[in-house]
């Protein structure tokens, strides 16, 4: 069926340094793809999404860009601060119809040190 | 433009009792979905609830239920509370349709079983 595959955590970084957070997907279709992050004791908020295949979504400093030949969104950012530190989760929207049902990964737990 | 509201914000019940969950989705959107996020893991979905229909349920035993109220808020009742269900439960909203509709979530009720 339809997955998300995340690298595990957790990820610890110094303050600046470059983060990638790898994310591969299993869609029988054409999926659309997101990435949410989880700030201690809140819920998820949209990072940024792509809909499409070679479309980069942007936030914050973060991209990830829609890979359909490797199956991919990994999610990068030039330069990490503090406040980044949270948990990253990879999402997909199952395709096809009116469904919004959503796929997430496992999460990955980004700690940033100063 | 109000977000995805829920309550308590926690919520304290023996074994054996009954949890009542409540989410208000933002303006417009009609879909409801609940997740649980149990310590240290990813999203296990739940249920998801549109125009006051369950449409698709997780692998979650039947205890867990909930409806959706013609106002598009929704209730989660957990019955025979169990240890484990100790988690925090997130809701999100999205609108439906055939267009790519992010889910939005809500801050969460952290569910504690004594």
């Known amino acids: 069926g339809d997955s998300v595959t995340q690298m595990e955590g957790p990820v610890t970084l110094s303050e600046e340094a470059f983060l990638t957070i790898n994310c591969t997907y299993t869609?029988?279709?054409?999926?659309?793809l997101f990435w949410y992050v989880q700030y201690p004791g809140e819920g998820l908020q949209l990072l940024l999404k792509?809909?499409?295949?070679?479309d980069k979504g942007s936030n914050k400093g973060f991209e990830a860009t829609y890979r359909k030949e490797t199956t991919s969104f990994h999610l990068e950012k030039g330069s990490v601060q503090v406040s980044d530190s949270a948990v990253y989760f990879c999402?997909?929207?199952?395709?096809?119809?009116?469904?919004?049902?959503?796929?997430f990964g496992a999460g990955t737990r980004l700690t940033v040190k100063p | 433009e109000a977000g995805v509201t829920q309550s308590p914000t926690h919520l304290i019940k023996t074994r054996g009792q009954q949890a009542t969950l409540r989410c208000s989705p933002i303006?417009?959107?009609?879909?409801v979905y609940w997740y649980q996020q149990a310590l240290g893991l990813g999203l296990q979905f739940l249920l998801w609830?549109?125009?006051?229909?369950?449409?698709n349920r997780g692998n979650f035993p039947p205890r867990f239920s909930g409806r959706q109220f013609p106002n598009y808020s929704s209730e989660l009742n957990v019955n025979a509370l169990e240890l484990e269900d100790s988690a925090l439960y997130l809701c999100?909203?999205?609108?439906?349709?055939?267009?790519?509709?992010?889910?939005?979530f809500g801050p969460g009720t952290r569910l504690t079983v004594t």
């Open positions: 792509a809909t499409k295949a070679d």
């Open positions: 609830y549109d125009e006051g229909e369950e449409r």
């Open positions: 999100a909203s999205s609108r439906t349709g055939t267009g790519t509709y992010e889910q939005y």
């Open positions: 303006s417009g959107h009609t879909s």
């Open positions: 869609a029988t279709g054409y999926p659309s």
């Open positions: 999402a997909l929207k199952v395709p096809g119809g009116d469904n919004n049902d959503m796929r």
